[in-house]
Each structure stands twice: as C-alpha cells, then as structure tokens.
C-alpha cells in the first residue's frame, strides 16, 4: 500500500464513530469498530464522525489538560 492511499480510520468519514471521556473529562473520537480503551466511557454515539465532532464541539469546554475535572 502506498501512502498516498492510506487513511487514518481516524480520519475516515465513512466510519461511525463514538465519543469518550476519560477522568480528567478529556474527550476522544474512537472508530466505532476499535475496543474501548480501559478508562474511558461512552458519552455519545455511534454516530457519523461529523455528529461525534459536533458534541464534542458543543460539551468539552476546555481542551487544556491540565484544567481540573469536573
């Protein structure tokens, strides 16, 4: 495969999507078809990439991490 035909599945449009928190109230868009890593929950989804993208713009407020959770 060469690497002008690769995707991030991170970065595929094609792909559901969900959204996770971890402790410290930091977000992540995680393929729908990846396990969950260990620590994080479910906040929304499965849902497109653009509709995980919107809550996230929507409900993170800070994106510092170092800011205290919640």
């Known amino acids: 495969m060469s690497h ?6 991170f970065d595929d449009e ?5 959204v996770l928190s971890n402790a410290q ?11 969950r890593p260990q620590g994080w929950e ?6 497109s990439r653009s509709s995980c993208i919107d809550f996230v713009e929507r ?4 994106i510092n991490p170092f800011s205290a959770a919640r």
Not at 4 to 9: F, I, K
Not at 42 to 47: D, L, N, V
Not at 59 to 62: A, G
């Open 59 to 62: 409900h993170w407020k800070s």
């Open 14 to 18: 094609q792909l559901q999507f969900t």
């Open 4 to 9: 002008e035909n690769y995707l991030n599945p």
């Open 25 to 35: 109230d930091q977000y992540s868009l995680w393929p729908e078809f990846a396990e």
């Open 42 to 47: 479910t906040r929304f989804g499965p849902a």
